[in-house]
Structures are given as C-alpha cells and as structure tokens.
C-alpha cells in the first residue's frame, strides 16, 4: 500500500491512476488530508470531497482511493501512524527552507515530512519501506513499486527519494 498525504491542488489524477493499475494486486493508496503546510486544508472533514469533486481538481472528481479525515502528521499532536512512518524510513531532506507562515507545528525534527503529497510505501507485511519528497512525480513512485515488488524480499531495506 502506499500512504500518501493529500491536499486539494495536485496529483490526485495521477494517484487515481495509479490505484487502478495496482487494485488487482491487492495494492491500495491511503489518502490523510493534513493541514499543517500552508494552511492548504483548511476545511471540515464534510468539505473535503465536494471540494475535490466540484473545485480542485474538479470536473466530477471522485478519489478512487480511501481518503481519510484531516490528521496532524508533525509536531506535538501528530497521529501514531506518522511517527511509525517516520522513524521507520530516513527524512527525505535535511531542511525546510523558510518554515515562517508555512509550516505549522511545533517543534520542527529533521525526520518531519516537509509537505503535503510526500508519500510512503508499506509493504504486504505492514513495514514501510520506502518515502518519497513530496514533488517526486507519481511515475517515479509507480517505477518503484514496481521494482520493489521485483527485488527479492530478503534485499529491501527502507530508503528515501
């Protein structure tokens, strides 16, 4: 599976689409809408959908995906699954650039995801084994999924891009 955090702006056609290719195979994507990097998701849990469907992306959107309701993934009140997340896969960078009015959590730690859209892969066995920069594009987590599931298990370890 892969667990992904969301906001309204961008990929979600390209997750759609990655859902799809893997369903059959059991793979599954885990949207968490966080608000928490500029302030991007500002809504209630009960806006999140009609904003996705009728304003961005828009045009009848429908995530095909589980999207689950809004978590705080850094700081003080971050959901337990984040801080497994995190401490299971190196940080994907060391810096945040100018966090002022951006960031939104206290206090910053160098394992903190950096923004919305950073993604991880768990394994069928539940260990996350890889993360990946919020900007990576969706067809370089799709390539390594699919290089993941070709390397024997005995080899993997988890890594960052």
């Known amino acids: 599976m892969i667990i992904v955090l969301t906001e309204r702006f961008i990929c979600y ?3 759609n689409a990655l859902q799809e290719e ?11 809408p966080c608000n928490q990097f500029g302030m991007q998701e500002p809504g209630k849990n009960n806006e999140i959908l009609p904003a996705l469907k009728y304003v961005r992306p828009g045009n009848g959107f429908v995530p095909n995906f589980q999207l689950f309701e809004k978590v705080d993934v850094n700081g ?3 959901h337990a699954l ?15 650039g100018n966090p002022t009015n951006r ?4 206090p910053l730690k160098v394992n903190d995801i950096k923004w919305n859209f950073e993604k991880f892969l768990v394994g069928p066995d539940g260990r996350p084994v890889m993360r990946w920069f919020p900007r990576v594009n969706v067809s370089e987590v799709r390539a390594d999924i699919l290089k993941y599931f070709l390397i024997p298990k005995s080899t993997k370890l988890p890594t960052s891009k």
Do not use: M, Q
Request: net charge negative.
């Open 76 to 78: 003080v009140n971050e």
């Open 82 to 96: 984040f801080t497994i997340l995190k401490n299971a896969c190196p940080p994907v960078g060391d810096s945040f």
């Open 103 to 106: 960031l939104f959590w206290e």
């Open 22 to 32: 893997f369903r059959d195979v059991g793979f599954t994507i885990l949207g968490f």
């Open 13 to 15: 056609l390209e997750l």
